[in-house]
């Protein structure tokens, strides 16, 4: 079994973002998807412990910044959209805003899963064979969450902080 931490919606803000970090933590997670709005490079730096995937959202201004802070922490910038096959799965993430994409990558049939933020509001759901996921959001949300995923059995749990 794989578990993946599944993180949207940061905007900037460490402490939220570091409560977070410690529940990975405590669930032993191997490696983060972040699913944009990431907002600060102070943000990136609190995934050290992981390789984690991040991908630009709607209030990334700061993208060049971002991009060299995920560089050298050894993390993976993923642009707009990316794409990662764990454990036998094919998972696509994206920030959410581009809702005519998300809905492609959804009804494609091409993803088991596709992981989005954007909302602010967690929800898992199944269209067809693919489940969709949004963690939440670390900000301004009506409570803070983020996701657990364990592959390959695409078992999904999403924790309030």
């Known amino acids: 079994m794989l578990r993946i931490g599944v993180v949207s919606d940061t905007h900037g803000q460490v402490d939220f973002t570091r409560a977070a970090v410690a529940m990975l933590e405590s669930c032993g997670v191997k490696q983060v998807i972040h699913c944009g709005d990431i907002d600060s490079v102070e943000v990136v730096s609190q995934f050290a412990a992981w390789p984690t995937h991040f991908v630009f959202g709607n209030c990334d201004d700061n993208r060049e910044e971002l991009r060299q802070a995920m560089v050298a922490g050894n993390h993976i910038c993923h642009g707009r959209q990316g794409e990662l096959r764990l454990e036998g ?36 759901v199944v269209h067809g064979q693919t489940h969709v996921l949004n ?18 059995a695409l078992e999904v749990t999403l924790i309030k902080l």
């Open 89 to 124: 799965r094919r998972i696509a993430f994206l920030h959410g805003d581009d809702t005519r994409l998300l809905g492609d990558l959804v009804s494609g049939g091409e993803y088991d899963l596709v992981c989005h933020g954007h909302t602010h509001v967690a929800r898992h």
């Open 135 to 152: 963690p939440g959001a670390l900000y301004r949300a009506a409570f803070h969450s983020l996701a657990l995923l364990d592959l390959p």
